[in-house]
Nanobody
Framework: VQLQASGGGLVQAGGSLRLSCVAS????????IGWYSQAPGSQRVLVAQ???????YYKDSVKGRFTISGDNDKNTVYLQMNSLKPEDTAVYYC?????????WGKGTQVTVSS
């Protein structure tokens, strides 16, 4: 499984970005797909996750601001990020799980200025 993440950039606090994760295979053939963030000097943490039934997890700090969704026709999972805060600054990665094997895409940088 190959994953390609895109959509990061520089945005002011309060702004929005939409990240895209394009998979080489049917996204809902996966057990789940997640978005992770990794800030400098910090561990990679799960931000949101989705399976074929819909979103299954949001990190507390993004609830009400971020929305994960999937488009099976495009083999793409999105992370809509609204009301961005400087503390959301990180490299964002998408990860697919299939047959208990994890597949990672390259990250996309999100920078939120105050």
């Amino acid at each position: 499984v190959q994953l390609q993440a895109s959509g990061g950039g520089l945005v002011q606090a309060g702004g929005s970005l939409r990240l895209s994760c394009v998979a080489s295979e049917d996204i809902f053939s996966m057990q789940n797909i997640g978005w992770y963030s990794q800030a400098p000097g910090s561990q990679r943490v799960l931000v949101a996750q989705i399976d074929d039934r819909g979103p299954t997890y949001y990190k507390d700090s993004v609830k009400g601001r971020f929305t994960i969704s999937g488009d099976n026709d495009k083999n793409t999972v999105y992370l809509q990020m609204n009301s961005l805060k400087p503390e959301d600054t990180a490299v964002y990665y998408c990860r697919a799980r299939r047959a208990n094997t994890l597949y990672w895409g390259k990250g996309t940088q999100v920078t939120v200025s105050s």
